[in-house]
């Protein structure tokens, strides 16, 4: 089995109308880029998301070995830099490559340059949007990349909170890593906040910090989780320990009490809707936009119904 297939949490990125187009740019630009599936928007729910029936839906793809979805959602969300990706890389002028490749068109956030932390290391917001740091680090032997959360805001201060709650949640191959914390010198920072710190859920690994620093940013919708279920004991088990926002609860997709964004899903989803009987996709999808938390019963009735 593949690792792509193995991964239990899913980084989904919402594009306006260019998931198709960053996908080809972003499978171009990293290690081991592959483009694995890609569904279409069906007649079902025109009138919510206004989309022409057969245009991309979603588009998944990996790199790095590191699976991701692409969404094509409208101008609803835009990425901002609570949510990067961090780009691990074994040698200088692999960060020199990369910073080269997705500052075309972008926006620097921090130079390239050396710091005390890394001796190379840039802050990019791609030509979409997507922000990545890229990252020197001599203890990888080849380009990891993990996701990073900013805590910005009223979110300030709560990044260890979050490490130790997900954590509990996602008990199965999850561990908090190494811990950075701000001095009494760090103002506005308050001493003993996490300025770095990494943890793992699920096997994925998570770098996380705080900043107290004037941002006119934080989470939102651009950026969320896939989560994938086998059951609905399952389902029920993450909506439950996650799902802090009533109104945000829409076609399996939850916000948390730090204003990050879980979508979950159980893992014979995609199949439904990429099945070639457009009639049962077009049931499902329906199904699916009726729902708040996803009911595997209700959606594979609907899959199968003569």
């Given at each position: 089995?593949?690792?792509?297939?193995?991964?239990?949490?899913?980084?989904?990125?919402?594009?306006?109308?260019?998931?198709?187009?960053?996908?080809?740019?972003?499978?171009?630009?990293?290690?081991?880029?592959?483009?694995?599936?890609?569904?279409?928007?069906?007649?079902?729910?025109?009138?919510?998301?206004?989309?022409?029936?057969?245009?991309?839906?979603?588009?998944?793809?990996?790199?790095?070995?590191?699976?991701?979805?692409?969404?094509?959602?409208?101008?609803?969300?835009?990425?901002?830099?609570?949510?990067?990706?961090?780009?691990?890389?074994?040698?200088?002028?692999?960060?020199?490559?990369?910073?080269?490749?997705?500052?075309?068109?972008?926006?620097?956030?921090?130079?390239?340059?050396?710091?005390?932390?890394?001796?190379r290391y840039?802050?990019?917001?791609?030509?979409?949007?997507?922000s990545w740091?890229?990252?020197?680090?001599?203890?990888?032997?080849?380009?990891?990349?993990?996701?990073?959360?900013?805590?910005?805001?009223?979110?300030?201060?709560?990044?260890?909170?979050?490490?130790?709650?997900?954590?509990?949640?996602?008990?199965?191959?999850?561990?908090?890593?190494?811990?950075?914390?701000?001095?009494?010198?760090?103002?506005?920072?308050?001493?003993?906040?996490?300025?770095?710190?990494?943890?793992?859920?699920?096997g994925q690994?998570?770098?996380?910090?705080?900043?107290?620093?004037?941002?006119?940013?934080?989470?939102?919708?651009?950026?969320?989780?896939?989560?994938?279920?086998?059951?609905?004991?399952?389902?029920?088990?993450?909506?439950?320990?996650?799902?802090?926002?009533?109104?945000?609860?829409?076609?399996?997709?939850?916000?948390?009490?730090?204003?990050?964004?879980?979508?979950?899903?159980?893992?014979?989803?995609?199949?439904?809707?990429?099945?070639?009987?457009?009639?049962?996709?077009?049931?499902?999808?329906?199904?699916?936009?009726?729902?708040?938390?996803?009911?595997?019963?209700?959606?594979?009735?609907?899959?199968?119904?003569?």
């Amino acid at each position: 089995m593949e690792k792509y297939i193995q991964q239990k949490i899913i980084p989904n990125l919402w594009f306006n109308k260019e998931a198709e187009e960053a996908v080809h740019f972003y499978t171009k630009v990293f290690n081991r880029g592959k483009i694995l599936e890609t569904t279409h928007y069906s007649e079902a729910g025109h009138d919510v998301h206004g989309m022409e029936a057969g245009t991309v839906l979603t588009v998944e793809f990996t790199i790095e070995d590191m699976r991701f979805s692409a969404l094509n959602g409208g101008p609803n969300f835009t990425f901002t830099p609570a949510i990067s990706f961090m780009v691990n890389c074994p040698s200088v002028e692999e960060v020199n490559e990369l910073w080269e490749k997705l500052s075309k068109g972008g926006t620097p956030l921090m130079p390239l340059a050396s710091y005390p932390f890394s001796e190379r290391y840039g802050w990019i917001q791609d030509k979409y949007g997507l922000s990545w740091q890229v990252i020197y680090s001599d203890t990888n032997k080849e380009r990891k990349i993990m996701p990073s959360l900013l805590f910005t805001g009223a979110q300030c201060g709560k990044a260890e909170e979050a490490i130790t709650y997900y954590t509990s949640i996602f008990d199965a191959n999850s561990s908090i890593g190494d811990i950075s914390r701000y001095g009494a010198d760090h103002s506005p920072d308050k001493e003993g906040t996490i300025m770095n710190a990494d943890f793992t859920l699920a096997g994925q690994m998570f770098a996380i910090m705080d900043s107290a620093h004037a941002h006119d940013f934080t989470f939102n919708e651009a950026i969320s989780f896939i989560v994938f279920c086998e059951t609905q004991e399952e389902i029920d088990y993450y909506w439950e320990k996650l799902s802090t926002v009533p109104e945000a609860e829409q076609c399996g997709w939850l916000k948390d009490m730090y204003g990050i964004s879980w979508q979950i899903v159980p893992t014979t989803l995609g199949e439904m809707l990429m099945s070639t009987d457009k009639r049962k996709a077009n049931r499902v999808m329906e199904a699916l936009l009726e729902m708040k938390k996803l009911d595997i019963t209700k959606l594979e009735e609907a899959f199968i119904k003569d």
